[in-house]
């Protein structure tokens, strides 16, 4: 069965938890992205997303410049796949939390960012589809879609 480290990005974008949003938007354009990885001192803290930027700074009018990545990621949850979890806990994890999105550790260290589109890659047609069926379903309910 393929595991989640044969399908992951190996090199995911990692910002600390005092770098300022207009410094990680900066990072999306330049680098093409839209999800960086936050870890405090190397340790997981959470993602923050170029949507989490536009909803929960830009338009309650936080200054991107002095709010970090730390006020968007404390209190929530991150959910996470392990290295040698195989494909289908993969999309069975990312279903059941509509995200498009995983960190991937081993151990306590982030080893990689698995996505969606890496996913499809490699998943059946019924996998994929199930997929982006939750995470649609999951914008919608909370008018995000």
Known sequence: MTKARELMSTSPTIVETTTPLKEIARIFRNEGIGAVIVCNGGRLQGLVTDRDIAVEAVAVDRDPASTTAADLVSGRETVTIGADDDLDEAVQTMAKHAVRRLPVIDGDRVVGMLSQADVAREADDA??????????????NSGQG
């Open 127 to 140: 996998a994929v589809a199930t997929l982006v069926r939750s995470i649609s379903e999951a914008a919608d």
